[in-house]
């Protein structure tokens, strides 16, 4: 198969329909998830509620680690009303976006500081709904793009959701800042109506892509996407499932020591709040498309190989600036050479594990292996104060860098792995 041309490529990114929604989806995914983690936060605080009680309500936001455990049912049944008006999946997306606007505009009359139960309870149901969210936009994307399309669907998905934190985090503070907590919330309820549009407006995927209703037996919802997935890949899924929880654990564990490094060095929270949310944001995106991009022109295994390499290898540049010492410069570069190669393994990595799920269990199986990617290095990250305590900053990165060489060595096998697979798979053709 011919690479695509550029210009060719350019243009369907300009032209084609699923782009765009895909870009608002992204948008929707990505609003809820300050609004019930960080932002919520700063808002707990202000109104007095004690640091130990803030803590505890991170676990509000478990269920986008647990989100696996409910997925499978949103592949095999409609949603309550909208699915007999939209079809599966653009009822269920439909569904838990009307949800989440609700929730965040009942968490905008809440008062923490007086009924700090009824803010947990509609934080818990926003955490909840736009996890649920999240599986069936996946779940969507997947089915209405074959492979191929995946790196610029995810490259959309992204550039939205990043957009969308931005709003949720500076938007969000700003409004609350200069209006109020209330007036925030609200504007973030009612920004939810680009997501509803996106489904209302989305094509529903293919009748042959949807899973049939199990009546006989509710465990098969669960069961059969695990069958499929082991089924398909054979004896490489194990390989497949190692690469997705090693590939960005470097990530996961270097970044809980970022900022600290930052405020260490003499850092001023204005000097960090510019570089790493401002001017790295634009550079973050600038890795994004970077990866969408290659993934359509050069593959998918060139590109997931020299994302693994470069999302790695980036680590040793906060390893100079934790030797270097407090220079601007220096954290400019670091930051830099960090989010753009983050934004492009990421893009790559979205890609790969689209091509690993059948459309028609696309939910479960994309759900299943998003977990699986973020949960050892969450809990390896948990660790991560402790090795800089006992190392150091400079030797902490350059050994979280490291980790890019077991990732370049899995990426290879994988990609032969995946070639030895199309070539039995053209056998029977050429015969």
């Not at 191929?148 to 700003?174: N, R, T």
């Amino acid at each position: 198969m011919h690479a695509e041309s550029p210009r060719k490529s350019r243009l369907r990114f300009l032209t084609d329909r699923r782009l765009a929604l895909m870009l608002a989806l992204g948008f929707s995914s990505g609003l809820p998830f300050l609004l019930v983690f960080s932002t919520q936060s700063a808002w707990l605080r202000e109104a007095g509620v004690s640091k130990e009680h803030i803590g505890l309500m991170s676990w509000v936001a478990l269920a986008y680690s647990f989100k696996f455990l409910w997925a499978p049912l949103l592949d095999r049944y409609d949603a309550p009303l909208f699915g007999r008006w939209l079809g599966r999946r653009r009822g269920w997306m439909a569904l838990t976006q009307t949800a989440i606007a609700l929730c965040l505009a009942a968490l905008a009359f809440g008062d923490p500081a007086h009924n700090l139960l009824y803010t947990i309870f509609f934080a818990f149901c926003l955490g909840f709904s736009a996890a649920t969210q999240d599986i069936v936009i996946d779940g969507w994307r997947i089915a209405v793009a074959p492979p191929e399309d995946q790196g610029e669907m995810s490259a959309a998905s992204q550039v939205g959701y990043k957009f969308a934190i931005l709003c949720a985090g500076a938007g969000a503070l700003y409004l609350a800042q200069f209006v109020s907590w209330r007036a925030a919330y609200l504007v973030m309820a009612c920004l939810m109506i680009v997501g509803l549009a996106a489904s209302i407006f989305a094509p529903e995927p293919p009748a042959h892509v949807v899973a049939r209703p199990g009546h006989e037996n509710v465990l098969a919802a669960f069961a059969d996407p695990l069958r499929d997935f082991f089924r398909r890949n054979g004896r490489f899924a194990l390989l497949f499932l190692a690469l997705l929880a090693i590939y960005r654990l470097p990530d996961f564990v270097s970044g809980v020591m970022a900022n600290p490094l930052y405020i260490d060095l003499g850092f001023s929270k204005a000097e960090i709040a510019n570089v790493t949310k401002l001017f790295g944001f634009w550079v973050g995106l600038g890795g994004i498309f970077a990866g969408g991009y290659a993934v359509t022109r050069f593959g998918l295994m060139p590109s997931l190989l020299i994302g693994g390499i470069a999302a790695s290898a980036s680590h040793l540049s906060l390893a100079a600036l934790a030797a270097t010492g407090a220079d601007i410069h220096m954290l400019t570069l670091a930051v830099c050479v960090e989010n753009f190669a983050g934004g492009f393994a990421g893009t790559a990595l979205i890609a790969f594990m689209s091509s690993l799920t059948s459309p028609l269990y696309a939910a479960a199986q994309y759900a299943l292996l998003s977990s699986l990617y973020a949960l050892p290095g969450k809990l390896l990250g948990g660790f991560s104060g402790f090795a800089v305590a006992a190392f150091g900053y400079p030797a902490f990165f350059v050994a979280t860098s490291c980790i890019g060489l077991p990732v370049a060595a899995i990426c290879l096998a994988v990609w032969r792995a995946q070639a030895r697979r199309e070539a039995a798979a053209s056998q029977p053709e050429a015969a």
